[in-house]
């Protein structure tokens, strides 16, 4: 017997399921917990773009990333549509590839319209290697390597210029060839309420000129014939809920194109970062992504009709809100322990290499049994992972219907930073992924095997054993 809660709400795992019909796109995925496409089937199991989560486990194994090809694509539809409903300037969406790097997914978002921003060499390969326009490519980072700038600069990417030791770099090895285009990283000095680990744009800040040089930053590059300094760019954090803080932003950058006009600079782009939270759990609360990016273009229209300045390039740079909530990882349920009074663990065959989010940032998430949608959640258990660490816990007193090995757990909201953030440790080989849309499943990363894992091992002549 399923029990409702007074508000109505179910109180088994259906109370996760997006409200969505395949005729109504308007549901913004950052704010939902599961796929767009997520449905319950006649087996009570999860199906994700039309497949079932435990048949997806039988053919490609456990845990799995399963990824949702609608969900994805409605993201980058809704930031470009909003963009063109209330920006009357350029406006070009950039997808931040360190939320999920992989071919498929840069694929994917470039199939949408949307440009990469990458912050190494090893993600400018992925979004070069996987067919991305180099024109919409833009290179991050507060510490370049010479290498990645040289790489960026013969790929013609855009690079974002982040300090003075970066200039330096970038003037030298620009000697002799076209103007290198680049953007000025600033810190804009604003805080937000988000994990101080996360947080990017208050004056403390490894990323980005201090505003303090900013007249410097001017007028250093307004004399550099190598550089065609295109742009400006600001971030103030991720997994943010607030508006305000974004509505300061645009109103300062706008400020920035009036200050480096005084310096003959002739910039046109203007890049607000990215930043917008998603729902991990049912008390999380973000703006839609039509509601972020509303405010962000009236007040930049608004202060460049104020200061009489034509309307600047508008590009933003979302990871999170893009690809977070498309994804669910699932995993196998294996060994229990009850400790009388205290707590019931139940432990999955991953954890924090596939997960390190809630051991580093002490996160927060949902999750349910994919095999027994319906049945009631009795449970209140903490999911564990299977790493020599005591606190590899994915989920603290997690509500779930009973369960037993070999039932599949679905962790919600794992598109972002989850993958792109997974390691080997206790060498554990890294999790496949699999792309689902209108019942068809892929695979975009083959699940590592042992074999993988010594791949980069050197074994000195003297170190091996003789028998
Ligand atoms: C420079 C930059 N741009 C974009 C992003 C993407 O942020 P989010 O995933 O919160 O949208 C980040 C990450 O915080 C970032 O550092
Ligand atoms: N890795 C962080 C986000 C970092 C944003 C990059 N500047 C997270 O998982 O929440």
Known sequence: MVSTHPSGVQDSAHKYLPLFNSKNFDLSPNQQLLPLTAKVNSQDCLEIGGCDVKTLVEQFGSPLYILDEETVRTACRQYRDSLKRYYKGESQVLYASKAWSCLAVC???????????????????????????????????????????????????????????????????????????????????????????IRTGHLDSKFGFDPGDLDEVFAFVSKQTALNCIGVHAHIGSQIFELQPHRDLAALMVQWLTDSAKYGLKITNLNVGGGLGITYTESDDPPSIEEWVKPICQVIEETCTKENLPLPKLLCEPGRSLIGTACVTAYTIGSQKEIPGIRTYIAVDGGMSDNPRP??????????????????????????????????????NAQLSKSKPGDILVVMATGAYNYSMASNYNRLTRSAAVIVANGEANLILRRETYQDLVRQDCLPERLIQKS
């Open 359 to 396: 051991i580093t940032y002490q996160s927060v998430y949902r999750a349910a049994i994919a095999n027994q949608m319906s049945q009631p959640l009795t449970q209140t258990v903490t999911i564990a992972g299977k790493h020599c660490e005591s606190g590899d816990i994915l989920i603290k």
């Open 107 to 197: 694929a994917l978002v470039a199939s949408e319209g949307l440009g990469i921003d990458v912050a190494s060499g090893g993600e400018l390969y992925t979004a070069l290697t996987a067919g991305v326009n180099p024109e919409l490519i833009y290179l991050h980072g507060n510490n370049k390597s010479r290498e990645e700038l040289r790489y960026a600069i013969e790929s013609g990417i855009t690079i974002m210029a982040d300090n003075w030791h970066d200039l330096q770099q970038i003037v030298e090895l620009a000697q002799g060839q076209q103007p290198v285009r680049i953007m000025l990283r600033l810190t804009p000095g604003i805080d937000c309420h988000t994990h101080e680990y």
